[in-house]
């Protein structure tokens, strides 16, 4: 029978599953819609898995990534904004229905120990920001995954940028998340007439209501004024917001990822430069900027990884999966 | 032969000296002139040591807090501006005198240790904001110094407040040091006039120029409305800084130290106030802002203990200083 990991990365949207063998190959993957109700949610990722999971494998652990408050000594969801999940037992849920174990952390965390993994050399100190519809940061301290006491740290996307700017979902304003997530972007966009532009765009269909964060930076690279200055205000936060960050933190390297990352290299280099200038010089010269590897797999991936670093499988023992 | 250990606080203008016994007694204690030029300073220091410690005394070890860029392992100083030392390495220069150990870290996380040695409890995630001269920070995670692979971490003083501020030492500006320094507090009380209120103070011969910062907080708490004004902007910078600051960290406990923390509780309750008013909910819950127990006695203290960590003595072997 052979021995499988199954790596979750649940997001606000889908529920995105990998089926890694203990070389950490990855053997299958596919998603799933979320559904906001706890119970109802764990029901429908364990069905899933056990439909798709051929019964010759035997599963030794779930990984899950989730955005949230993690409290991962007692595997639960502290609170989880987007999923409406406050003081879930994720666990004890699965508990219902199989007695693999199951470990999480906070999707960030996670995505950074992916990261983390596919990068060589001796690193110790990497960081991993996420730019999707927030933005988070997952921390690796001295290798292993930085929490603090409560699983807390890396909110990084909370730090405020503008006190007299935007109101945030946490409450707060100004926020660095309502200035340079994809929804801070779109928001910020939409505050003047980009209309004219808008034809600019391949999908016709494209109205106002429907804008996405790629259309600000299509509409900025093509000469709207407007979107220009609303990315050029999201790259100067974020370089200043890590600029910030590295002089606390002192990290040899910071990785950008999540979907906003894929704008371009010449994004990723914008924000590398906002970073430089605004860093303190010793921090600048000591800290590497670049883009995030693994992309939408970065979750599964770090999922995974989770189980094997719980079951204490080594990173060398998995390092085979260059394929991913 | 009785065994004591060297704790030294190098500033930059005494160096506090204080021997301890194993126990952490302190024995004595007393303090120099700082002189510039390190290989100087370091023949001073040990000429001091050995004038002042009886010859029926063994010393252990030498523990040294110093401001600026340390390399702990190869116990050199990489940069301290204001010592004007660069790449100086203090083990080989007291090798010429002694073969004593010599250990050497920031005097922030020395402070820091000292300050977490007297914290009873389970404290384990704790730092210590130093406001002195300069802003400084030093940062006890998981109960050990949390250097980074650089020793540069804990550099709130230069985390970037206001971009449009004053113009830090460090090149950049609006840094926290500008802000919520002494010397930036005296510097922003002086951008006015308020030489009608210099009256007030009790050194009749005070003038502009020699202007401290408690002087500032005096003429604010007596109703000089510039220098008030002045306070609160130091006030609502370093809550906006700590809170950006534990939304990454997530330390359990942030202490107030340096010589600013005496300028009164309402001072500190202030600062901890404008921090729970920024702080991330989640964050402001699981943090406590308290005013520093060790005062000057933090940096020996501290540095003492890094002798004693470095030798394996557990604190619970020097848990008997209860008088320090």
Redesign the interface.
């Known amino acids: 029978m052979e021995t499988v990991i199954v790596g979750l990365d649940i997001g606000g949207t889908y529920v995105k599953i990998g089926v890694f063998d203990r070389e950490a190959e990855l053997i299958d993957r596919w998603q799933l819609k979320t559904v906001e109700d706890g119970k109802v949610l764990v029901e429908y990722i364990w069905n899933s898995i056990q439909s798709n999971l051929p019964s010759e494998f035997n599963c030794e652990g779930i990984g899950i990534g989730i955005p949230g408050?993690i409290d991962y000594k007692n595997k639960t969801i502290?609170?989880a904004v987007n999923m409406r999940l406050y003081n879930f037992n994720i666990e004890e849920e699965f508990k219902k229905y199989t007695d693999i174990p199951v470990f999480i952390e906070n999707d960030a965390n996670v995505a950074a120990l992916g990261e983390f993994w596919k990068e060589s050399g001796d690193i110790?100190?990497m960081t991993l920001i996420t730019l999707g519809t927030g933005v988070g940061?997952g921390?690796i301290?001295d290798s292993e995954i930085?929490?603090?006491?409560?699983?807390?740290?890396?909110?990084?996307g909370?730090?405020?940028i503008d006190?007299d700017g935007y109101k945030c979902n946490?409450?707060?304003h100004g926020c660095l998340d309502t200035i340079a997530s994809a929804t801070g972007i779109v928001r910020a966009a939409l505050e003047q007439p980009i209309g004219d532009s808008l034809e600019l765009l391949d999908d016709q269909e494209k109205t106002r209501r429907n804008l996405v964060a790629e259309d600000v930076f299509f509409l900025a690279k093509n000469g709207n004024k407007h979107c220009r200055s609303v990315i050029t205000h999201a790259v100067d936060s974020l370089g200043?917001a890590l600029?910030?960050?590295a002089?606390?933190?002192?990290?040899?390297k910071i990785l950008i990822g999540g979907g906003i990352a894929d704008a371009g290299q010449e994004f990723i280099d914008a924000i590398a430069q906002a970073f430089h200038d605004?860093a303190?010089?010793?921090?600048s010269k000591?800290t590497i900027i670049s883009k995030a590897r693994l992309g939408n797999d970065a979750g599964i991936t770090g999922a995974a990884y989770l189980v094997c670093k719980n079951n204490q499988i080594t990173a060398k023992d998995i390092n085979k999966a260059q394929h991913l």
Not at 247 to 252: D, G, L, S, T, V
Not at 280 to 283: A, F, P, R
Request: neutral net charge; contains cysteine; charged residues 25%.
């Open positions: 408050f502290i609170e110790a100190d940061s921390i301290s930085f929490r603090g006491k409560k699983g807390m740290t890396g909110e990084i909370h730090c405020i006190v946490c409450g707060r200043l600029a910030n960050y002089a606390i933190m002192n990290p040899e605004k303190l010089s010793e921090v000591n």
